[in-house]
């Protein structure tokens, strides 16, 4: 039997078990425990699973996959556009960004694969190759291009290098997602949290 062919509530809470493990730590994540709790025998876990990182692996896929249909991501180029599910006026890259940011705290508070999957970028050594550097990659290249779109629009600065805004703008979005990860609670409870977050990285993006 392949991961594809586990019963689908079995593979959920695999899911679920799993990630809650490699958030902890990649290399101190145990299979042993993973198993235990999931109430597998090892010989059915690794007909299934053949090694931690393909366990890894599909942790991520089926996280991300769960994470892409509750909350399409806009495209960069539709951030202010009405076409957008951000919904911002046309030319309004910053109400666009607003919308996306509320968009996104919402499903924090109803989808428990965002949190989950949010966590994992932070796991300082997961495996390099993995599916998670892919989908890093692809997040970084998606706040590059955003950035790009809106240097050309005015709504971002061009007194900086591109690339030293890029890093600058990385760091800013991953702190305030880190932070806001582990303090989820509080982001959610109150709007004016996530509002004077984007407003910090406004601030610092703006002309």
Not at 15 to 23: L, S
Not at 39 to 62: C, M, N, P, T, W
Not at 69 to 95: I, K, M, Q, R
Request: hydrophobic share 45%.
């Amino acid at each position: 039997m392949s991961s594809d062919r586990m019963p689908p509530e079995r593979r959920a809470r695999l899911v679920r078990v799993a990630a809650t493990e490699f958030a902890a730590g990649y290399e101190a994540a145990s299979l042993n425990r993973i198993i235990r709790e999931c109430g597998l025998s090892k010989s059915s876990f690794y007909h299934a699973i053949s090694s931690k990182r393909e366990l890894f692996d599909l942790v991520v896929d089926d996280l991300a996959a769960a994470v892409s249909a509750a909350v399409p991501l806009p495209t960069p180029e539709s951030l202010g556009s009405t076409d957008s599910p951000a919904g911002a006026p046309d030319g309004d890259f910053w109400g666009g960004a607003r919308a996306l940011m509320g968009t996104l705290v919402e499903a924090a508070t109803r989808v428990p694969a965002f949190a989950a999957l949010g966590a994992l970028f932070y796991v300082s050594d997961a495996p390099t190759g993995s599916r998670l550097t892919e989908l890093d990659r692809a997040i970084d290249a998606w706040v590059g291009r955003a950035l790009e779109l809106g240097r050309a629009s005015g709504a971002v600065r061009t007194d900086l290098p591109t690339d030293l805004q890029y890093r600058l703008a990385l760091a800013a979005l991953r702190a305030l997602d880190r932070w806001s990860l582990e303090h989820l609670e509080e982001v959610v409870g109150a709007g004016a949290l996530a509002e004077a977050q984007l407003d910090a990285v406004r601030r610092l993006l703006e002309p």
